[in-house]
């Protein structure tokens, strides 16, 4: 193993030691809260569903009613009433689903089982006592804690929470992140490039990632390599922002001011860590905010963000810890590899004839290229010490 590299989850555990969980909160509508983080844990008020009720249309009695005679039909309840009267043995009444089960009555049988000839219902086959009752409290019950505190709100969650009778929730306030790209070489895609100038394109990426986490970024555009316009653009950010992000600027070239800026300012960790790409990586605080220090090339910032930067966002919202979901693949092709670093190739994966799981390298997998990531569909990570993996070998995939 090469010397002075960082193992990733050494990186990890040093970033998460020092970033806490800011703790402000506010209330949002439902209609917000997608993707938000629950600050509290949500106790449920009410049985879901109140009351028993029917999940079939069809006859509620009480099944110790005599069913080799008709059953009398004492009237109908359908779902958003109520039956006001206590239903007696061998008495029946009709009911849709969803309405509340009268009293007296412990089953329900579905209409296709019966006939109905004017106010005498006959069942044609025997019943189960409960049989096509909801129950009530069945899927949520009084009391109980429907979601902790940590979650990040999904769909399905919102639902749950207005099924409780909740429309508003306290989650944790968004995260501020501020965004710097550094590069004396750096254009906005809309300018007129000069020799030796490329258009900037990492903050698109990013933006979008960081949108997806439903963060508040505050542009900073680009800053030129020069320390004095970087300490002040780094200073600015970090009284506005929860956590900084620049890319460029962190390795050992003649331009990278990052480090020097860093140790002017605030308090910095450098590492070169085990991750491909992306070895440079900066970690640190300038004030109350954190501090991450992107490497420049594309491919690289792309995916230390979403494995080194991400984690600390997610501590930042007081989200529970997520780890990436691993499956299992079978490689198609070879992939090549040098122990030392933990590697994320930009990967195809595939399900073949027989419905196996396949992956393949997208192709070149230089750390400039970010063709390799915007036409793949996942990662291959291969572990710090794999060397080459020859075609056959089982692969973990990381879904995109
Ligand atoms: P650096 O990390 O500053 O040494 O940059 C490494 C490589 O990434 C160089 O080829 C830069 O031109 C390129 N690069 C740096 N920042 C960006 C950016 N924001 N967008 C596109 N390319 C970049
Ligand atoms: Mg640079």
Known sequence: MKTGLMPIADALANMLAVTSAINSTEEVSLFDASKRILANDLISPVNVPPVDNS???????????????????????????????????????????GAPIPNGADVVEM?????????????????????????AGEDISQDSTVIASGTELSPAHLSLIASIGISKVIVTRKIRVALIATGDELVEPDGILQPGQIYESNRYALHALLSENNIDIIH???????????KQALKAASEQADLVITCGGVSVGDADYIKQVLDEIGQINFWKVAIKPGKPFAFGTIGKAIFCGLPGNPVSSYVTFETLVLP????????????????KATASENFYKRPGRTDFQRSICFLDDSGNLMAKP??????????????AN?????EQQQSNVPKGSQVQVQLF
Do not use: H, W
């Not at 110790?64 to 007696?88: C, E, F, H, N």
């Not at 296709?112 to 049989?131: H, M, P």
């Not at 600390?312 to 990436?324: I, M, W, Y």
């Not at 997208?362 to 036409?375: E, F, I, P």
């Open 362 to 375: 997208n192709g070149k997998q230089g750390s400039g290229l970010m063709t390799s990531v915007a036409n």
């Open 220 to 230: 900073f555009g680009i800053i030129k390599d020069d320390p004095k316009r970087i």
């Open 378 to 382: 996942c990662y291959v990570v291969l």
């Open 312 to 327: 600390v966002l997610n501590r930042l919202s007081g989200q529970k810890r997520k780890t990436p979901m691993l499956l």
């Open 55 to 97: 999940a079939m249309d069809g006859y509620a009695f009480n099944s110790m009613s005599d069913l080799s005679k008709p059953l009398i039909l004492m009237g109908k309840v359908l779902a958003g009433a109520t039956y006001d009267r206590d239903l007696q043995v061998d008495e029946c009444v009709r009911i849709t689903t």
């Open 111 to 135: 209409q296709e089982n019966t006939e109905a000839i004017s106010n005498q219902v006959s069942f044609l086959q025997s019943v189960r006592k409960g049989q096509n009752i909801r129950q």
